[in-house]
């Protein structure tokens, strides 16, 4: 139980050690996490609620279901927003900002896009859950998606709820 917790302190951790390194002047708007306005908010909402119904329309025209989106309580769906929270903290906020500072916007979302894939493979591993192209393809693209969002949006809250809808989407 303690386990996801501790992930979440690590890696808050760590990005707020990049931040600090990075001595920059505004760190809320360097991550990403500019204050909200009513446009990305309606933004969030929309990706969230269209990759929700993606994945409803996926479940039944392919009747490929795990059903286990009855099994999320109030608990699950919390730390499982913490948990892309912090992942997207991390790879939309200060990676992929600090790429995109250095190398442009396109290499910027494909590298993080590739370092967001290479962080999964480690826990399928160790979980024993089949690693196939599919299910790579479909992390890249996730992440690929969450980071030209965050670069159009200018802020993290729109990948965040892509990726948190396509977490909950894939326990369908």
């Known amino acids: 139980m303690a386990r996801p917790w501790l992930r979440t302190a690590i890696w808050i951790s ?7 390194w990075q001595e920059t002047e505004t760190p809320l708007t360097w991550l990403a996490l500019k204050p909200v306005n009513a446009s990305t908010v309606a933004l ?5 609620l269209g990759l929700l119904a993606w994945n409803g329309a996926r479940v039944a025209v392919t009747a490929n279901s795990l059903r286990r989106a009855g099994e999320l309580g109030g608990l699950a769906l919390i730390s ?6 912090v992942e997207e903290l991390l790879f939309r906020g200060a990676v992929q900002t600090k790429l995109y500072e250095t190398m442009g916007s396109r290499p910027a979302i ?5 370092l967001f894939l290479m962080i999964h493979v480690p826990g399928w591993l160790l979980l024993d859950l089949p690693v196939n192209p599919q299910i790579a393809g479909s992390v890249f693209a996730i ?6 969002l965050r670069q159009w949006s200018q ?17 369908f």
């Not at 494909?110 to 590739?114: C, K, M, P, S, V």
């Not at 993290?156 to 326990?171: E, K, Q, S, T």
């Open 80 to 85: 499982g927003f913490v948990g892309v929270f």
């Open 44 to 48: 969030s909402a929309a990706i969230f």
């Open 155 to 171: 802020s993290i809250w729109p990948a965040v709820a892509a990726h948190w809808a396509n977490n909950i989407g894939a326990l």
């Open 143 to 148: 992440g690929a998606i969450c980071g030209a």
């Open 14 to 20: 760590a990005a707020l050690i990049w931040v600090r």
């Open 110 to 114: 494909l590298l993080t896009a590739a």
